[in-house]
């Protein structure tokens, strides 16, 4: 391995993090406006579709980095799950 693979790697494993906080907040904030919404289906498929193509889409650019980036990229996708839940909850 070589220091740019390591350098990848951690940029994988950043990324990951950073959707995964992402995904995840906009569930909650989509969760807290369910009740106020008008249209509360559409408010849910808008954001699970929206939170999906992002992710989605993220993945797939770092697939160009080959298997291990996006096992890097999905462990800090899931750490990122990890802190919110621990920080929501206090466990995980």
Not at 10 to 22: E, F, N, R, S
Request: glycine letters at 18%; zero cysteines; proline letters at 2%.
């Amino acid at each position: 391995m070589t220091p740019t693979d390591l350098g990848r790697l951690t940029l994988a494993l950043v990324v990951g993090g950073l959707l995964g906080a992402g995904y995840f907040g906009g569930l909650y904030l989509t969760v807290r406006r369910l009740g106020q919404a008008s249209s509360p289906h559409l408010l849910l498929v808008g954001s699970f579709l929206g939170r999906l193509l992002v992710v989605l889409g993220a993945f797939y650019l770092l697939s160009a980095w080959g298997a291990l980036a996006m096992l890097a990229g999905m462990g800090g996708f899931l750490l990122a799950r990890l802190a919110w839940l621990r920080s929501r909850y206090g466990r995980g």
